[in-house]
């Protein structure tokens, strides 16, 4: 049974930062890509980033890009997103995911496994 578990999330300000962390569960974590998405309320969840297995790749939703890195330790099973730079419009609830799929991955329906989501609020 995979689990994954965010931490890190919080209030801050517009212009911080926050570091959210993914901790999985299970064995041959190497093998899967790893995502970030995150749900506003009212609204749909939506694909922030996503990092390969072995971390050679990664791709970031356009309104994120050069202020949030998506990274991971295979050691620790960990996939972080270093966020810099928060806008009020990051405000969200956080959710990181197991990629089952090498193909679709900014799609929802390309994961198998989800946290549990984690709050991100950022006041301007």
């Known amino acids: 049974q995979v689990q994954l578990v965010e931490f890190g999330g919080g209030l801050v300000q517009a212009g911080g930062s926050l570091r959210l962390s993914c901790v999985a569960s299970?064995?041959?974590?190497?093998?899967?890509?790893m995502g970030w998405f995150r749900q506003a309320p009212g609204k749909e969840r939506d694909f922030v980033a996503v990092i390969s297995g072995n971390g050679g790749m990664t791709l970031y939703v356009d309104s994120v890009k050069g202020r949030f890195t998506i990274a991971r330790d295979n050691a620790v099973n960990t996939v972080t997103l270093q966020m810099n730079n928060l806008r009020p419009e990051d405000t969200a609830v956080y959710y990181c995911a197991r990629a089952s799929t090498f193909q679709a991955l900014t799609n929802m329906s390309a994961y198998d496994h989800w946290g549990q989501g984690i709050q991100v609020t950022v006041s301007s």
């Open positions: 299970g064995r041959v974590f190497s093998s899967y890509g």
